[in-house]
């Protein structure tokens, strides 16, 4: 007999509808998980919807939990203190010849993984695990021995700046053909822009910094990736935003273009990241250096790159 499939919202609504109702805010909600007010306040109308009942009023300058939002909350809260727990519990400790490390799937697919066979071969016994997520733009601490991300530089972590993010638009070359061929950011306002739906600020930083008004991004095609976004663009379904050097492959073979020159200051810069107590240990120490050294070498990154003095460890 075929047993019933479990009918639960999705993990990333029920994260930012905890998160929202632990903290009464959505802003610090978004500070916490990474991401912007926006995606929150995205993901809870999702959940609601799935749910078919408000958890959170509106009406207030404050988003208040209605009736429903908390009888919910301790259900989620506390089931979600005991994953917690238990994961905690069952996870081994970490050896010396493990290492794992958190990065996004995006830089984990267009940088990271071409490299590591050079870092395999000169540390053989050490075991490399990839903790690859789309939406945690801070350390996770508690689940890995070390981060490449894009972050904010706190006082209980230790950081090594390794280059600038700069964000630039890339689409198919059919949009530089035609009558309605993009030549300056203004034409932009004829096209559907693609973007990720957890930083729905990339554009508006280029479009602002482009003397760009006005345009405003659709809620009818977006991704939680870049990766995504940009091979949404080489289908030409748009025009997507990226950052760092991870079109630079498209666009050498010709499946994107960059039709603007401009390149703009993300909010961030990648950083390796762990934690201050466990900076000294010998498989951070090695990764760290290895990195270093790839980004030193790869020629790609020069538009990127960051002058020795603006390099940061804290």
Same mark, same amino acid.
């Given at each position: ?41 995205? *993901? ?48 081994? *400790? ?77 689409? $198919? ?51 939680? $990736? ?31 273009? *960059? ?17 201050? $107590? ?10 760290? $250096?290895?990195?270093?050294? *790839? ?20």
């Amino acid at each position: 007999m075929k047993l019933p499939r479990r009918t639960l919202p999705p993990l990333r609504a029920l994260t930012a509808f905890e998160a929202a109702a632990r903290l009464g805010s959505f802003r610090m909600a978004a500070d916490e998980l990474g991401i912007t007010r926006s995606a929150v306040s995205h *993901q809870i109308k999702a959940l609601e919807e799935r749910i078919g009942i408000l958890l959170f009023s509106r009406e207030a300058r404050k988003p208040e939990l209605t009736p429903a939002g908390l009888a919910y909350y301790p259900v989620v809260r506390d089931a979600f203190d005991q994953i917690e727990t238990q994961t905690v519990a069952l996870r081994p *400790q970490s050896s010396d010849d493990e290492l794992t490390v958190q990065v996004y799937v995006t830089v984990a697919l267009k940088w990271l993984i071409p490299k590591l066979h050079d870092f395999e071969r000169r540390f053989p016994n050490m075991r490399i695990r990839l903790s690859t997520a789309y939406f945690d733009w801070d350390f996770d601490e508690g689940n890995v021995d070390a981060a490449f991300i894009l972050a904010r530089n706190r006082g209980d972590h230790y950081y090594n700046t390794m280059y600038r993010s700069l964000l630039t638009p890339v689409c $198919s070359p059919e949009f530089l053909r035609g009558p309605h061929a993009i030549r300056s950011p203004e034409d932009l306002r004829r096209h559907k822009l693609l973007y990720v739906y957890t930083a729905e600020e990339d554009w508006r930083i280029w479009l602002a910094a482009a003397g760009v008004k006005g345009i405003e991004l659709s809620d009818r095609l977006a991704f939680d $990736s870049y990766i995504l976004a940009q091979e949404a663009a080489i289908e030409g379904r748009g025009i997507a935003m990226t950052i760092g050097p991870f079109a630079v492959d498209e666009i050498r073979s010709g499946r994107l273009v *960059q039709p603007f020159s401009l390149m703009v200051p993300h909010r961030h810069s990648w950083v390796f990241c762990c934690s201050a $107590s466990h900076r000294l240990k010998p498989k951070i120490r090695h990764f760290e $250096s290895w990195l270093m050294e *790839q980004v030193a070498a790869d020629r790609d990154l020069d538009p990127y790159r960051l002058e020795n003095k603006e390099r940061t460890g804290t």
